[in-house]
């Protein structure tokens, strides 16, 4: 385990016990100060309690040192520079900083023009996606929430299809709909087919929903023909964000069949500003659910990799003045883990790159208040969600904010996210008034 996580490290900042930034978390994004072009001062930082360190500054003021990073460009407006490193390199420059930060360290604790210069109030800090994004995976890895779609929309009685056990089941994404935290949802449009006796219809989704999910952000890249192993699949993972991969629930209900989703998720997948370092979760990892049958050699563990990391879902509507937690889950519940995707991702030879997301597709546990989709916590509309603004939702509703938050946590450190939220706004292109406020029941 690396010195940065020491629990009894402390910095000279003033840092709140439940904060979901400690010296010992230290995840990295692109940020901009508030009062600068956002879009030409785009830099890298870290997350340190309420402020972010301006890492480029520290950099630039020579409190880093360069020469031990020389493939990094510390003026890249994207991480990927970074993530290039690897694994070892990375970890040297979170104890670099974790050693500037340290409460026994006055280079900036006790020289207030450098605090003034490198350090930004998150509150004053407009945050950019984090990473380009080269290739977007998600992945369908909990078992619980495999089982209830599949009761749904499959067969009740055996809602996993056979192969599920046997292997990680992915689809490929959409790398450029990925969006960074905040960024507004337009309700998308597509066919569905609300009558089964009719023939399909052109309409905006009346189904709007949610996934709780976590995604693997690949750092070090493979060649083409290249296989990634469980033993190695650690040192090509830079770190994890939150995700929520918004699903159009009525156009992926018509055009699932035979090939999976397309326009029901193309359309936008939003993940947290901040990047946690598989370094900062190594104190929190358990055992993953036992798998049986046993899986092939290629996908069998050498290490647990599940890791306790805490999950909860809100939703805001127009009326309410705060968020309402409506579901709590937990990336532990997931039955294939990270590493395993990985593995299966690259045994055909399939190259990865640096900057590519892995999602985890929705985490849910086996209580009801543990389901990571509207579309679960609702049985499919029958039971919609009553919230304490008096209001219900079936599915999302223009002007609704939702919003995950996820942090992992022990006696001494909580290890955040953040959060990663997004609000649906409305989008009339080719549609009546009357029709775009239905919503629809699967």
Request: net charge negative.
């Amino acid at each position: 385990m690396t010195r940065a996580n020491d629990p009894t490290l402390k910095s000279f900042i003033k840092i709140d016990k439940k904060s979901d930034f400690p010296i010992q978390n230290l995840p990295f994004g692109i940020f901009s100060p508030c009062n600068q072009d956002s879009e030409n001062n785009k830099r890298m930082g870290v997350a340190i309690g309420e402020y972010i360190l301006d890492v480029q500054g520290a950099f630039e003021h020579k409190l880093l040192n360069i020469e031990n990073y020389p493939n990094l460009d510390i003026n890249a407006k994207r991480l990927n520079s970074l993530m290039t490193l690897g694994r070892k390199q990375v970890r040297s420059l979170r104890e670099e900083i974790s050693d500037l930060l340290n409460v026994n360290t006055a280079t900036i604790r006790d020289n207030q023009k450098l605090f003034d210069a490198l350090l930004f109030k998150q509150s004053n800090a407009k945050m950019h996606l984090p990473f380009e994004v080269s290739g977007y995976t998600d992945f369908y890895s909990s078992r619980e929430h495999a089982e209830n779609i599949g009761r749904m929309f499959r067969d009740k009685d055996n809602p996993l299809l056979p192969n599920w056990l046997h292997l990680p089941v992915a689809y490929d994404g959409r790398a450029k709909s990925v969006v960074v935290s905040g960024t507004p949802i337009k309700r998308p449009s597509g066919q569905i087919k609300p009558d089964p006796e009719s023939p399909p219809v052109f309409s905006l989704s009346k189904a709007l929903d949610v996934e709780v999910e976590v995604g693997t952000v690949i750092g070090t890249s493979t060649q083409f023909g290249e296989q990634i192993s469980m033993d190695s699949a650690p040192d090509h993972i830079f770190g994890m964000v939150l995700v929520n991969d918004w699903s159009a629930r009525d156009i992926q209900k018509w055009e699932y069949v035979p090939l999976g989703p397309f326009l029901a998720k193309n359309f936008a997948t939003s993940i947290s500003p901040w990047v946690v370092t598989l370094d900062a979760l190594e104190p929190f990892r358990v055992a993953s659910p036992k798998q049986t049958p046993e899986v092939l050699p290629y996908l069998q563990r050498k290490a647990h990799w599940g890791i306790d990391l805490q999950l909860e879902l809100m939703i805001k509507t127009q009326k309410s003045t705060s968020f309402e937690r409506i579901s709590k889950t937990n990336f532990k519940y997931m039955y294939w883990d990270m590493m395993q995707q990985l593995a299966h991702h690259s045994v055909n030879g399939c190259p990865m790159n640096t900057g590519d997301l892995l999602a985890s597709g929705t985490i849910s546990g086996s209580q009801e208040d543990s389901f990571g989709s509207l579309i679960e916590l609702t049985e499919g509309g029958k039971k919609p969600v009553k919230l304490k603004d008096g209001s219900q939702r079936v599915f999302l509703q223009d002007g609704d904010e939702a919003l995950i938050h996820g942090y992992c946590e022990n006696d001494h450190y909580r290890i955040g996210f953040g959060a990663v939220s997004g609000l649906v706004v409305e989008n009339t292109h080719g549609v009546s008034s009357d029709e775009k406020n239905l919503e629809i029941h699967l």
